[in-house]
């Protein structure tokens, strides 16, 4: 056999986990107008599940909103409603929009059952209902269910690693890289400004050297902190690399950039870096700043001109802005 690769290793651990989850303690919701035939189901599935019965279908997204099911077992039958549009009215529910519903259906119900079948419902049990049938259906549902919710959190955390930088929590350099060209084309077109600013700390060498390595992460982690506190939620602030910084501001021109660049300078000198809650030590940063000022500007004119500024700004002695 070849050997897998990591990616591949990943993608079959993931298979397998759909094979190791259980359905057990599912949480189940039973939407039924007939008291007796609901709770008939609910002892059918009440060994192996948590199942709560509501008789009032005008009261279906309520009951939703206030649990978190993981199955609704909703009757085709509900005196004056249409249960179809009970499963669609539950699906509007944020937490519940991929909720499993299966429908409980009489033959007289078929052609309905496979439109809904069409539209998303899930699966369908025949009336009169068979124990061991209908607990196989709500397993399969669950367990379905649980595997979906499993694999959307891994992926969402593996994109989040994948996009952010360990120590500080910022926005990486690919990301970066990436949402620049986004952002500049999108302003170019539109006729709008963009800001970039690049900050490096000051002699942050002699922080290492001088503390050691691991205050120098401190001090990483605090200074990030401080510069995400004095930009805006849709300013874009990434770690370019060792103790550099770079922040993309849409919509925002040069005395605004300047502002900014100038209460982030601030704000990281001024008060003392504090490890293990101790007063430490002092850092400043310098800043450059660049814009986009003409339609052939592109995202590497862009980077070279703010770094020309912060080059200007270390050479006439840091810890300052130049624009
Ligand atoms: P300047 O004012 O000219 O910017 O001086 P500087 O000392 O800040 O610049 P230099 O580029 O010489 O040194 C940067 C230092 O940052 C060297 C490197 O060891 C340190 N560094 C880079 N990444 C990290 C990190 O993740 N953690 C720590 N603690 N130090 C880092
Ligand atoms: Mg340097
Ligand atoms: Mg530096
Ligand atoms: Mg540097």
Same mark, same amino acid.
């Given at each position: 056999?070849?050997?897998?690769?990591?990616?591949?290793?990943?993608?079959?651990?993931?298979?397998?986990?759909? !094979?190791?989850?259980?359905?057990?303690?599912?949480?189940? +919701?039973?939407?039924?107008?007939?008291?007796?035939?609901?709770?008939?189901?609910?002892?059918?599935?009440?060994?192996?599940?948590?199942?709560?019965?509501?008789?009032?279908?005008?009261?279906?997204?309520?009951?939703?909103?206030?649990?978190?099911?993981?199955?609704?077992?909703?009757?085709?039958?509900?005196?004056?409603?249409?249960?179809?549009?009970?499963?669609?009215?539950?699906?509007?529910?944020?937490?519940?929009?991929?909720?499993?519903?299966?429908?409980?259906?009489?033959?007289?119900?078929?052609?309905?059952?496979?439109?809904?079948?069409?539209?998303?419902?899930?699966?369908?049990?025949?009336?009169?209902?068979?124990?061991?049938?209908?607990?196989?259906?709500?397993?399969?549902?669950?367990?379905?269910?649980?595997? #979906?919710?499993?694999?959307?959190?891994?992926?969402?955390?593996?994109?989040?690693?994948?996009?952010? !930088?360990?120590?500080?929590?910022?926005?990486?350099?690919?990301?970066?890289?990436?949402?620049? @060209?986004?952002?500049?084309?999108?302003?170019?077109?539109?006729?709008?400004? +963009?800001?970039?600013?690049?900050?490096?700390? !000051?002699?942050?060498?002699?922080? @290492?050297?001088?503390?050691?390595?691991?205050?120098?992460?401190?001090?990483?982690?605090?200074?990030? #902190?401080?510069?995400?506190? @004095?930009?805006?939620?849709?300013?874009?602030?990434?770690?370019?690399?060792?103790?550099?910084?770079?922040?993309?501001?849409?919509?925002? !021109?040069?005395?605004?950039?300047?502002?900014?660049?100038?209460?982030?300078?601030?704000?990281?000198?001024?008060?003392?870096?504090?490890? @293990?809650?101790?007063?430490?030590?002092?850092?400043?940063?310098?800043?450059?700043?660049?814009?986009?000022?003409?339609?052939?500007?592109?995202?590497?004119?862009?980077?070279?001109?703010?770094? +020309?500024?912060?080059?200007?700004?270390?050479?006439?002695?840091?810890?300052?802005?130049?624009?």
């Amino acid at each position: 056999a070849r050997a897998l690769t990591g990616q591949q290793l990943a993608i079959e651990d993931a298979m397998r986990a759909m !094979d190791t989850i259980s359905a057990q303690g599912g949480k189940v +919701l039973i939407i039924d107008t007939d008291k007796r035939h609901a709770e008939r189901v609910q002892g059918y599935l009440s060994e192996e599940h948590k199942v709560d019965i509501l008789l009032e279908p005008a009261d279906a997204v309520f009951q939703v909103s206030g649990a978190q099911y993981e199955l609704a077992l909703v009757s085709m039958s509900l005196n004056d409603f249409d249960p179809l549009r009970v499963a669609s009215q539950i699906r509007t529910v944020d937490h519940s929009r991929h909720l499993p519903i299966i429908l409980m259906a009489d033959d007289g119900d078929k052609p309905r059952v496979m439109r809904a079948l069409d539209l998303g419902v899930n699966d369908f049990i025949s009336r009169p209902i068979e124990r061991n049938e209908l607990k196989a259906r709500v397993r399969t549902q669950v367990r379905r269910h649980r595997y #979906a919710m499993e694999l959307r959190e891994s992926v969402n955390n593996s994109i989040a690693m994948a996009v952010t !930088d360990d120590l500080t929590g910022l926005y990486n350099r690919r990301y970066f890289d990436r949402h620049l @060209n986004v952002l500049l084309s999108k302003a170019q077109e539109q006729e709008r400004n +963009l800001a970039v600013m690049i900050l490096d700390i !000051d002699h942050f060498k002699s922080v @290492n050297d001088t503390y050691g390595h691991d205050v120098g992460d401190v001090v990483l982690k605090e200074f990030s #902190a401080r510069m995400k506190r @004095n930009i805006r939620g849709v300013d874009l602030a990434c770690r370019f690399g060792g103790e550099e910084f770079v922040v993309l501001m849409p919509d925002t !021109d040069v005395s605004n950039a300047e502002l900014v660049a100038e209460r982030v300078r601030q704000a990281v000198g001024e008060k003392t870096f504090e490890i @293990n809650g101790q007063k430490l030590l002092t850092v400043t940063v310098s800043v450059g700043v660049s814009f986009n000022e003409s339609l052939s500007d592109t995202a590497e004119s862009l980077i070279k001109r703010a770094d +020309l500024a912060l080059y200007r700004a270390k050479r006439e002695g840091r810890n300052r802005v130049i624009l």
